[in-house]
């Protein structure tokens, strides 16, 4: 493997592993006040994996949600299906019904029995049952129908579509990350923002594996991003995260500025502002989880936004150790380089 291959590995690897990390440290925190994490962890708030809602390096919805992305990625690929969009989002619509199933809940789409019999996710700890899902998610998933940007089956801009895009954007053989991003969310998410923010996340993703630098692949994802109708509300995110790197010092206070993540928009800008603005990996992760609103959404995403950049080495080997299901995403981040990388396919 040459050192450009190596490097290649190491980005998609680090893209899914930080991903996973951010998650499991923002989710002991998730809905505390910058106030309560700090009373509770200290001055400078968490810092390490620490209990939440299972053990210390436990994952959420938003990373099991990233990986059924990835499972149904790998199927398409395995289908030959890539090349065909459609078709693609339809076998991602499937695993997320098997992430349903997951969940103990009940989907009326005509797929719901037949997705059962495809993947091999369910079968791992940690992937077979609730992990605090998102609402939005479930009621998307358990409709008769799915959800298109053409025919929206609500009008949720909430984070769950942007949360489990990074594979998309690892998905070499995807043509078009930005749409294939957009659609994917577009199951779930109605609102134009909570699909194009997916997109542009995506979009975001594959720059930074392919080496680009994060000022040169925000400056064409915007180029990108404005050819869409409703573009506005998630180009102002990006704005808000360059304008808080370049207030000053990075700190928690800017982050509230940006929102508390709830939302797509306020979920991209704070992960955003962190990849900006920290100087490295862990700080970027720990400045993501830091804050008033749902820090294991921006967490994730700024994990798999630094890690894209930066790679798996970046990431701290104790956090590492501790992260639940760490061999199971290696795996599949190797599988959507082979698998799933097209021309590029021979660097993994």
């Known amino acids: 493997m040459s050192p450009r291959q190596a490097r290649l590995h190491d980005r998609v690897r680090g893209c899914l592993l930080a991903g996973a990390a951010g998650d499991a440290l923002g989710a002991p925190v998730e809905g505390l006040s910058l106030a309560e994490i700090r009373a509770r962890f200290g001055p400078q708030g968490v810092r390490d994996l620490a209990p939440g809602r299972v053990a210390p390096g436990a994952i ?12 149904g990625l790998l199927l398409a690929a395995r289908a030959g299906a890539l090349e065909r969009p459609g078709e693609t989002v339809r076998i991602v619509h499937r695993a997320y019904l098997r992430w349903l199933r997951a969940q103990g809940v009940r989907s009326a789409h005509p797929s719901f029995e037949g997705a059962a019999r495809e993947g091999w996710l ?48 690892l998905a070499l053989a995807v043509d078009d990350p930005f749409e294939m991003g957009r659609r994917v969310a577009a199951l779930t998410h109605g609102h134009p923002t909570g699909q ?47 304008a808080a790197r370049d207030a000053g010092p990075a700190s928690p206070e800017r982050v509230a500025r940006l929102g508390k993540g709830w939302v797509a928009d306020e979920a991209l800008a704070i992960a955003l502002y962190a990849a900006l603005a920290a100087p490295d990996l862990p700080e970027g ?8 609103g749902d820090s294991d959404s921006t967490g994730a995403i700024a994990g798999n936004l630094l890690g894209a950049r930066a790679g798996a080495e970046a990431i701290p080997e104790a956090w590492l150790r501790r992260l639940e299901l760490r061999d199971a995403i ?11 990388g097209g021309p590029s396919r021979r660097a993994c």
């Open 196 to 242: 194009l923010a997916a997109g542009f996340q995506a979009f975001l993703v594959r720059a930074l594996v392919a080496g680009e630098d994060l000022e040169d692949a925000l400056a064409e994802g915007l180029e990108v991003l404005r050819r869409h109708p409703a573009h506005e509300e998630t180009a102002r995110a990006v704005a808000a995260a360059r």
């Open 330 to 340: 290696e795996a599949l981040a190797v599988a959507l380089c082979v698998e799933a």
């Open 60 to 71: 959420t919805d938003d990373t099991q949600m990233t990986l059924f992305t990835a499972e």
């Open 122 to 169: 369910l079968a791992l700890p940690g992937l077979d049952g609730p992990r605090g899902p998102g609402a939005t998610c479930l009621a998307g998933l358990r409709a008769r129908r799915m959800g298109t940007p053409e025919h929206p089956l609500n009008a949720s801009k909430g984070c769950g579509g942007i949360m489990r895009i990074a594979p998309v954007g």
């Open 285 to 292: 992760i720990l400045l993501a989880v830091n804050h008033d």
